[in-house]
């Protein structure tokens, strides 16, 4: 248990639907962060979240969108998405500190298996 | 951003150490270094981070040479449980900025009985 929860764990869609992601994380973290992990593939940063501010989009086609309503909750909305999209969707969550220096531990949820047929 | 390479993966039985090298040539002075573990259908966790020389915890070993271009990820006495990949990354916190973690494709242990 990390702290940092997503919901559902498997989620079968149709390329036509419209379904959402959640993660929720109980560590009073800052920061938040989407990451997709194809088979065979390194993990792939998608979007991050700072104080509820979108900080990051790694070029993320916009049939993905976030939507972070306050620092614990984190939100990845699907519409159309293709068979390649069939990933593992995994959220972390940092205490992100200002200046340069140490790297912060990122806390991972379980991920939520999705399948786009 | 420093690239890291690991190998691909790694076998090994229980009760041997397993030690994993990441080559990290263009690791800048500021950069850390920091090693994740992941479970199939689990995120990543927190294993270990180090700057230099040598760090350990609860769970492994980090190794780091003095001019820093590669680390050593030590595991003593692996169990099957230690069947995981590993990744190694490289980076630091920006000022202004937040920490952006690259992870490359990992190393692959299997630990056999």
Known sequence: ETGVTQTPRHLVMGMTNKKSLKCEQHLGHNAMYWYKQSAKKPLELMFVYNFKEQTENNSVPSRFSPECPNSSHLFLHLHTLQPEDSALYLCASSQDRPGAGVPETQYFGPGTRLLVL | ?113
Not at chain 2, 39 to 57: A, E, L
């Open chain 2, 1 to 113: 951003l420093a690239k890291t390479t690991q190998p691909i993966s790694m076998d090994s039985y229980e009760g041997q150490e397993v030690n994993i090298t990441c080559s990290h040539n263009n690791i800048a002075t500021n950069d850390y270094i920091t090693w994740y573990q992941q479970f199939p259908s689990q995120g990543p966790r927190f294993i270990i981070q180090g700057y230099k020389t040598k760090v350990t915890n609860e769970v492994a070993s980090l190794f780091i040479p003095a001019d820093r271009k590669s680390s050593t990820l030590s595991l003593p006495r692996v169990s099957l449980s230690d069947t995981a990949v590993y990744y190694c990354l490289v980076g630091a916190r920006r000022a202004g900025g937040s920490y952006i973690p690259t992870f490359g494709r990992g190393t692959s242990l299997i630990v056999h009985p």
